[in-house]
């Protein structure tokens, strides 16, 4: 929607909309441009973009950050990412003081306070603050999962969960840690959220009351049971319920015995990619599995066998 006018600019090809019409142009591109993509028929404007955008199926990431050592496809992300090295966050929302270390997410975060949902689903008509949230939502529809890991064939709607999972699953590298206690983790998102414990950061406010927390999930749950807001998921089995979705997969193999995660060194399986990391930590910590042994990790007790391995949570 134009900001002053209040007109939208829709893409006749797949109905996605657009604040002006040079950003509708630009967009266009992806249909009509003229150097085309042989996995999944994206156009670009240039053999350049096209080069560029073929490494999100390759996986090629040719620049490497100098500090940390992750690596990405084009050197505009490398510049962007080197910002959270340097804290340096340049664009500011006028409206809460927030601070952005790439102009687009200060143009995202803006939707926020104007509630603002361009991008419009043709099929079910739910609607998003990003264009790249409606083209993943897509695939919900399509069932396309053009992205698949090298290691255990798995398939992924999304480029960034792909990477994930292969750091989450087949990696042990934990290149983040904790500034208060050393602690390492696989993924900045989980240090972000750790850190916390230590700061007693509560970002995270209810509408309705007075309370805050230090998590979304936190929130979530609270929103359920004191404001009866938002959707329980519930097993069908025992009736047990949860305020995410994956909790509830996760709770739902437990009942059935599924256990889709095998470990690389052992043929021991685990109902979650979390479990699994878990015993690889004690694992390489004790160097060897006892023949029976019991280990309490925070909320995981985790029972060790020669032959079984249960991991139960608490």
């Given amino acids: 929607m134009n900001r002053h006018t209040g007109q939208k600019y829709s893409c006749t090809r797949c109905q996605k909309y657009f604040l002006s019409q040079s950003a509708l142009s630009h967009h266009k591109y992806i249909h009509t441009g003229k150097y085309k993509c042989t996995e999944c028929d994206r156009c670009c404007q240039s ?15 040719p620049f490497e950050c100098s500090v940390c050592s992750k690596r990405f496809t084009t050197a ?17 929302c006028h409206i809460c003081d927030k601070a952005f270390s790439v102009s687009g997410h200060l143009n995202t975060h803006m939707r926020v306070h104007t509630g603002d949902r361009p991008y419009i689903c043709h099929m079910c008509d ?9 083209c993943t939502h897509m695939r919900v529809h399509t069932g396309d999962k053009p992205y698949k890991c090298s290691l255990c064939n798995k398939r992924f709607s999304r480029s960034s969960n792909l990477q ?14 904790c500034p208060y206690c050393g602690k390492l983790f696989k993924r900045e998102g989980e240090l972000k959220c750790h850190v916390r414990i230590h700061t007693g950061a509560k970002l995270y406010s209810c509408r309705h009351c007075s309370e805050r927390f230090s998590y979304h999930v ?24 949860f305020s995410r979705s994956g ?10 015995g599924v256990k889709p995660y095998v470990c690389s060194s052992c043929p021991k399986r685990f109902c979650t990619a979390d479990e699994m990391s878990l015993i690889c930590w004690f694992t390489q910590t004790t160097n060897s599995f006892a023949a029976f042994c019991v280990v309490n990790v925070s909320n995981v007790k985790i029972v060790l066998s020669d032959t079984s391995t249960d991991v139960l949570i608490t």
């Fill in 47 to 61: 053999s350049k973009h096209l080069a560029t955008h073929r490494r999100s199926h390759s996986g090629e990431k």
């Fill in 76 to 92: 505009g992300s490398l510049v962007r990412h080197r910002r959270i090295h340097s804290g340096e966050k340049p664009y500011k």
């Fill in 126 to 134: 739910k609607a998003f603050s990003r264009s790249g949230d409606l």
């Fill in 164 to 177: 994930s999972h292969k750091r989450h699953v087949h990696s042990n590298r934990r290149p983040y840690h």
């Fill in 218 to 241: 936190q929130l979530k749950t609270h929103l359920l049971k004191s404001h009866n807001e938002g959707t329980w998921f519930t097993c069908h089995i025992c009736q047990k319920k």
């Fill in 247 to 256: 909790n509830l997969k996760t709770h739902v193999r437990r009942h059935s």
